[in-house]
């Protein structure tokens, strides 16, 4: 009986103890809260997004999967980065209310999410769609919040929905096309390059070459004695014309029509590729059209000549000229690019140009100014 008792005892202290955890609990503050997904459904759907619109107050970005490869439709369909599409559409699947905000119009420019039709702004109108133009996600962007959490904070608002919200996450996105394709196009360096010719439409040409390939400098060919006034240093701008090319915008060849003035330039490398460039300046914008080959002669040629300079990477880290010279057809070939001006005056230069007299200054600050004067920047810029 005493057991009993006992046993009854224990089993009411337990309950109490079980009964005040209880309570306590739901008495303490919640340090922390549940996240709602922004887009419940996203997840679950990212495989059937096949369109992505992005519209800005001045500009817009259209992707498309087209024969499952992301496009950029309004830069007549060049290839997207294929990374930066998926990694946006599972950055947005994985945004989390963190709060809600104002619903106040009037307030909405305070947090960015006015929506890209409002004069000024920086909201941008992001839209998933299906294959079939059903619309899965719409979401106006906002600013980032500024805080010091170590979580970043967007402020937005779904689409015909008046609460501005602010959710943890990031959405790296811009309505600038240049940012969803590849710019950085190749990077051909000087050292490789034996000559460079370019014809300008009233003859007024230039060559300039390397004898070797361990040769510092570009000597100009056919030089007059009048114009002996030249700078190495321009004539070897001249020559890292193709190094670190990159683009601003692109177009198809098909849509683009060069002008009579066209300037064409051939730069042939010792190892056996060939770049013909044809450039031209329209409206204010510089472009270039690439078409690469391989040249066998000029392969062969390099065979009899000493070893690698010491900065070029030992022949079984990279492709041979033959290879490269395909890839680069392959890849380019069928497009304008739009080029820094400094790139576009590297490949335009005449005789005038890199013979004409300094300005009348002395030393050093007479040579910036001649190199400033033909829009090709100091090393570093």
Avoid: C
């Avoid at 369109?51 to 259209?62: E, F, H, T």
């Avoid at 599409?85 to 709060?99: A, G, H, K, Q, Y």
């Avoid at 193709?242 to 060849?253: K, N």
Wanted: glycine fraction near 4%.
């Amino acid at each position: 009986m005493k057991h009993k008792k006992l046993l009854i005892l224990s089993f009411i202290t337990v309950a109490v103890i079980l009964a005040a955890g209880i309570t306590a609990k739901l008495r303490a503050p919640q340090i922390t809260k549940s996240k709602d997904d922004l887009f419940p459904e996203l997840a679950a759907h990212i495989n059937n997004v096949s369109k992505i619109d992005i519209r800005g107050n001045q500009r817009s970005v259209l992707l498309r999967q087209k024969r499952n490869i992301w496009v950029i439709e309004n830069a007549d369909n060049y290839p997207a980065l294929f990374n930066k599409v998926r990694e946006t559409v599972i950055n947005m699947s994985e945004l989390r209310i963190l709060d809600e905000k104002t619903d106040n119009p009037d307030l909405y420019s305070r947090l960015g999410v006015e929506g890209p039709e409002a004069e000024g702004t920086t909201s941008l109108l992001f839209t998933f769609r299906n294959d079939t133009d059903q619309e899965i996600a719409a979401l106006i962007v906002g600013s980032q919040r500024q805080s010091s959490s170590s979580k970043p904070g967007l402020y937005v608002r779904k689409l015909n929905n008046p609460k501005a919200l602010l959710v943890e996450g990031t959405l790296n996105i811009t309505d600038h096309k240049e940012d969803w394709f590849e710019r950085n196009l190749f990077d051909i360096s000087s050292a490789r390059v034996r000559e460079v010719q370019i014809k300008q439409p009233d003859d007024n040409n230039l060559i300039i070459y390397k004898e070797n390939k361990g040769q510092t400098d570009f000597e100009l060919q056919n030089i007059t004695e009048e114009k002996k006034n030249i700078s190495r240093i321009i004539l070897n701008r001249i020559g890292t014309s193709l190094e670190e090319m990159r683009a601003d915008d692109v177009r198809s060849l098909d849509q683009f029509m060069f002008p009579d003035d066209t300037i064409v330039t051939t730069i042939s490398t010792f190892d056996g590729l060939k770049a013909t460039v044809k450039s031209a300046k329209i409206d204010g914008k510089t472009y270039a059209h690439f078409e690469f080959s391989f040249d066998p002669a000029l392969a062969a040629a390099q065979q009899e000549t000493s070893e690698p300079l010491a900065e070029e990477k030992p022949a079984t880290d990279k492709v041979s000229a033959e290879q490269e010279a395909r890839i680069l057809k392959d890849s380019m070939s069928n497009w304008v690019y739009q080029i820094p001006d400094f790139k576009y005056e590297a490949l335009t230069m005449n005789i005038d140009n890199i013979t004409k007299p300094f300005p009348p200054e002395s030393g050093n600050d007479a040579l910036d100014a001649a190199i400033k004067g033909m829009g090709i920047p100091e090393i570093g810029q």
